[in-house]
């Protein structure tokens, strides 16, 4: 199998189960990539990480366009964005081809309200290993905490906190240097 191939069922099969968003679907994507397939090391599925969160657009697919790019140059990058949108939008197809018979459904509403808090610990796991792994500690533990804050409980953009922690990096690393 070439690696096309094999980077389009890759990233085909974590399209398929990026249940809860592009975070949920990190833990996947890191297994795959990095530990199944050897295609990054530990360090640059975080450096992608890190930049396809600083892109516009669908995190996953971002994700999966960047990794592509750079295992095959431009060609990898659709092959990836492709293959990790075309589960979605399949699944978007066929919804918008039955809702109108299923949306008054009991058994389907159940069947939600039960998926909802598994999507909440997709969210979540990633959250505690990109902690681990961007080596936050008892010493740096108050800016994601406070970022947190400032973005869910006050309406802060994520842009100013992303900048202010950027500038605060830089300016610490002037200073400890």
Same mark, same amino acid.
């Given at each position: 199998?070439?690696?096309?191939?094999?980077?389009?069922?890759?990233?085909?099969?974590?399209?398929?189960?990026?249940?809860?968003?592009?975070? +949920?679907?990190?833990?996947?994507?890191?297994?795959?990539?990095?530990?199944?397939?050897?295609?990054?090391?530990?360090?640059?599925?975080?450096?992608?990480?890190?930049?396809?969160? *600083?892109?516009?657009?669908?995190? +996953?697919?971002?994700?999966?366009?960047?990794?592509?790019?750079?295992?095959?140059?431009?060609?990898?990058?659709?092959?990836?964005?492709?293959?990790?949108?075309?589960? *979605?939008?399949?699944?978007?197809?066929?919804?918008?081809?039955?809702?109108?018979?299923?949306?008054?459904?009991?058994?389907?509403?159940?069947?939600?309200?039960?998926?909802?808090?598994?999507?909440?610990?997709?969210?979540?796991?990633?959250?505690?290993?990109? +902690?681990?792994?961007?080596?936050?500690?008892?010493?740096?533990?108050?800016?994601?905490?406070? *970022?947190?804050?400032?973005?869910?409980?006050?309406?802060? *953009?994520?842009?100013?906190?992303?900048?202010? +922690?950027?500038?605060?990096?830089?300016?610490?690393?002037?200073?400890?240097?």
């Amino acid at each position: 199998m070439g690696l096309y191939t094999e980077m389009f069922l890759t990233f085909a099969k974590i399209g398929s189960f990026t249940i809860g968003g592009g975070y +949920a679907m990190i833990q996947m994507m890191e297994k795959e990539v990095v530990e199944k397939k050897k295609w990054l090391d530990h360090e640059e599925f975080m450096d992608t990480l890190v930049v396809a969160q *600083s892109t516009p657009g669908l995190f +996953a697919i971002d994700m999966a366009s960047h990794i592509g790019l750079k295992l095959k140059g431009f060609k990898g990058g659709i092959v990836g964005a492709l293959a990790t949108a075309l589960p *979605s939008i399949v699944a978007i197809l066929l919804i918008a081809m039955f809702f109108q018979t299923f949306k008054d459904n009991v058994y389907i509403e159940k069947i939600f309200m039960g998926v909802r808090p598994c999507v909440v610990a997709l969210i979540l796991a990633p959250c505690f290993n990109m +902690a681990r792994k961007a080596k936050v500690n008892k010493k740096n533990w108050w800016i994601p905490l406070a *970022s947190a804050l400032l973005i869910a409980a006050w309406g802060v *953009s994520p842009i100013w906190c992303i900048l202010a +922690a950027g500038i605060g990096g830089f300016i610490y690393g002037k200073i400890k240097i």
